[in-house]
Structure formats: C-alpha cells, structure tokens
T-cell receptor, first 113, second 113 residues
Framework: EDKVVQSPLSLVVHEGDTVTLNCSYEVTNFRSLLWYKQEKKAPTFLFMLTSSGIEKKSGRLSSILDKKELFSILNITATQTGDSAIYLCAVEASTGANSKLTFGKGITLSVRP | DGGITQSPKYLFRKEGQNVTLSCEQNLNHDAMYWYRQDPGQGLRLIYYSQIVNDFQKGDIAEGYSVSREKKESFPLTVTSAQKNPTAFYLC????????????FGPGTRLTVT
C-alpha cells in the first residue's frame, strides 16, 4: 500500500521565521511528488517534482526531492501571516495503465504576527 | 473563465438518503477525481476517471458511486451504504492522466444527520 507521511503535523512560527516542511513516501512505481497549499477550500498547486536534487523555487517557497532517500522538503523563508495554511504533499504512482495520487495528512502551519 | 465547479457548497441530508454531488470542468481535462477530506486525515481518493465512460475505485470507494458520461462532468453519489458520509468532498481534474498537476474545485461540505 502506498504511504505518504508528513511532518510535523502542525507548526506555529512568528513572521519572518524560516520553516521546513517534510514529506517522506513509500510507493511502488513513483512518478512525481506534488505540494499543495490549502487555505480554506480548494488546495492550490505549488510544485511538482520528478527529478532528484533539482530545486524548484517560487518567490519565498522552494522545494527539493531526494528519490534515493524517498523524501521531499518544502522551505518557506521570511514567513508571513498569509502563509498560514495546510500544506499537502502528494505522490503520484503508476497503477498499470493508470496513475493516482496518494496524499499525506497535511501540515498545519500557523504564522503569528 | 475556465475552472472546476462543484455544487452545492453546503448540503444537508437525512440518514438513509442517497445524495449526488456535482462536479463540472470546462478545462478540457481528460482525468477527473473525487476525494474526501476529514479533519486530520488529509485527502483520500474515492474514485477516479481517466477517460469518458471509464472509472476506477480509489482507496475508499465503498458506499459511493460515480459516472463519466461526458468529459466535462463527473458526479459522485453518496449512497445510504456509506457509514460516515459527513465530510468535505473535493473534485479535481488534470489535463492528462499522468505528469500533470491536479486542479481542485471549491468543494462541497456534506452533513448527514
């Protein structure tokens, strides 16, 4: 059974802090790893990672994948209150002719002013 | 505007009644997905469809049914056989079945009493 584990499950920081969110996985036939941000309703896409060691960056957010150790991290620098959200990690795995995503439980980040 | 719509936003039903949640997309995406989100559980896959007239069970399909008669539409029926139907239901779609990010609709919160 495919498994995605995120840690920590929740985190409280102050504005300006840097945070690192972790995602480890055990899946058969790995294809990609995705990060999403969920603020109240629909998750919004952040990154898709398919290759080890190549950092993806968008503003203050960055992410990297290690396919040998089976994990990914999402870094947020100079956090702002608007970064408060649930951060979801999902892994895409092939299922024969199809593929599906398995999500972790999410990390709840609270950024205090 | 292109996007994914889910209706209604909030739905209340009595126990023992079947209920159908709507999901429509005008993004010309091939693949569509239904997830259920419970507090502290992340997203769990109910059903997915990679082409019209074809769909597969996800990890928690018991008590649910779907159809995919049109590319744009993927309705989910929550039957009376689903033991704990109260949850937040998210529909998603992606351009092709693999290596593309999923886009999510705004969700439907179903409460069964």
């Amino acid at each position: 059974e495919d498994k995605v584990v995120q840690s920590p499950l929740s985190l409280v920081v102050h504005e300006g802090d840097t945070v690192t969110l972790n995602c480890s996985y055990e899946v058969t036939n790995f294809r990609s790893l995705l990060w999403y941000k969920q603020e109240k309703k629909a998750p919004t896409f952040l990154f898709m990672l398919t290759s080890s060691g190549i950092e993806k960056k968008s503003g203050r957010l960055s992410s990297i994948l290690d396919k040998k150790e089976l994990f990914s991290i999402l870094n947020i620098t100079a956090t702002q209150t608007g970064d408060s959200a649930i951060y979801l990690c999902a892994v895409e795995a092939s299922t024969g002719a199809n593929s599906k995503l398995t999500f972790g439980k999410g990390i709840t980040l609270s950024v205090r002013p | 505007d292109g996007g994914i719509t889910q209706s209604p936003k909030y739905l209340f039903r009595k126990e023992g009644q079947n209920v159908t949640l709507s999901c429509e997309q005008n993004l010309n995406h091939d693949a569509m997905y239904w997830y259920r989100q419970d507090p502290g559980q992340g997203l769990r896959l109910i059903y997915y469809s990679q082409i019209v007239n074809d769909f597969q069970k996800g990890d928690i399909a018991e008590g649910y049914s779907v159809s995919r008669e049109k590319k744009e539409s993927f309705p989910l029926t929550v039957t009376s056989a689903q033991k704990n139907p109260t949850a937040f239901y998210l529909c998603a779609s992606r351009f092709r079945a693999t290596y593309y990010e999923q886009y999510f609709g705004p969700g439907t919160r179903l409460t069964v009493t």
